[in-house]
């Protein structure tokens, strides 16, 4: 999948591309039955494996099936459209909404917290794998908006707020301004770092499922003092900024497992850094000193 000059010149301009059919109806459906599987035989308290967690960061550590869609050759070509020839994952995240559910996405440019500066060589793929209508809680972009630096959040740590901190800009955001990003199953959208972007409650009657893809290139450069991590996907990660790690093999695997938990608890100051409020990241307390 290729990217039209016309494509490339919106996500330039806009700071997002979408709707791109990555996957068909069809395929769409397998995998979201693949994830509820996983709900079903792993959901919290019944199995040995937090989905929480799990799902909600660095999925392509632990879960094939993430670590797989991650690596869609279509999805690679529009990604490398955007920002090159050398692209490594630096998280993969499942967003979903129940049915009939007030949780919300509030505005935010996504860089904020991930220590990876203000850089143009981080793009996320949001890939649909439920209808994610308007009414369902689709997110919401302001065109431009990703022309400014990282702006100042504050955190709100409300428990309504699918994000790990409730982070939202400090600043008035002009919802008149928003465009939808309306996708059906197997389409997506891809946006840029510092995009503001937002989502609100799920008020459809089916449950609203999504998976982000973080995609960067090596070329990129961490602030942690220590090296961070991402799954080489395409070309070559010639910086060795990056800790190059393989994609998940085995679902839970003992391996899988412990790379995960290092991998988090190495990430764990980055993402909680500056928060006046212990910040839960999905699960796993962390405090900042
Ligand atoms: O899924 C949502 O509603 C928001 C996702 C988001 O903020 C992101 O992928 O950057």
């Known amino acids: 999948m290729r990217l039209t000059e016309e494509q490339k010149q919106s996500y330039r301009d806009k700071g997002y591309v979408m709707p791109l059919r990555l996957f068909s109806g069809e395929e769409a459906l397998k995998v979201r039955q693949e994830i509820e599987d996983l709900e079903r035989n792993h959901s919290a308290g019944s199995g040995t494996h937090d989905l929480n967690r799990l799902f909600r960061i660095n999925g392509q550590v632990a879960i094939p099936l993430l670590a797989q869609i991650a690596q869609t050759p279509e999805l690679l070509d529009a990604v490398e459209d955007l920002i090159g020839p050398d692209l490594m994952v630096w998280s993969c ?110 008020h459809s009657g089916d449950r609203r499922i999504g998976m982000a893809i973080r995609y960067i290139s090596p070329n990129v450069e961490h602030s942690a003092d220590h090296n961070d991590y991402a799954m080489l996907v395409r070309g070559a990660n010639r910086n060795r900024n990056w800790i190059n790690f393989a994609p998940a093999r085995h679902l839970f695997g003992e391996n899988e497992m412990r790379l995960y938990n290092e991998i988090l608890a190495a990430q764990a100051g980055t993402l909680s850094a500056g928060a006046e409020e212990t910040v839960n990241l999905y699960d796993v307390q962390h405090t900042t000193t």
């Open 93 to 202: 995240e499942l967003f979903i909404k129940e049915a009939g559910t007030e949780k919300i996405v509030s505005w935010h440019q996504d860089l904020t917290y991930w220590g990876l500066g203000e850089t143009d060589d981080e793009v996320t793929a949001w890939i649909a794998f439920s209808d994610v209508s308007r009414e369902a809680g689709c997110m919401r972009f302001i065109p431009g908006s990703h022309k400014q630096r990282i702006l100042p959040h504050r955190d709100t740590f409300d428990e309504g707020n699918l994000l790990s901190r409730g982070q939202e800009i400090a600043v008035e955001v002009n919802e008149d301004e928003a465009v939808f990003d309306v996708l059906k199953p197997g389409e997506m959208s891809l946006h840029h770092g510092r995009l503001f972007h937002a989502s609100g409650p799920n």
